[in-house]
């Protein structure tokens, strides 16, 4: 598999969301990641609509 990092002293952000309509519910996320492929933090949230 090929892998596109960041170069070194960068960090690269992967995020991505999604939604539901038929139960009117969306997330999304991320994850930061350094050169070396180690995750350096990551994030997830989700919404509700009424």
């Known amino acids: 598999m090929l892998k ?7 960090v690269k952000l992967n995020c991505d969301g999604s939604q539901n309509n038929r139960m009117s519910i969306a997330g999304c996320g991320g994850l930061l990641r350094d050169s070396k492929w180690q ?3 990551g994030i997830f949230t ?3 609509s009424l």
């Open 4 to 10: 596109f990092g960041p170069p070194e002293g960068w």
């Open 39 to 41: 995750m350096d933090k």
């Open 46 to 48: 989700e919404a509700w």
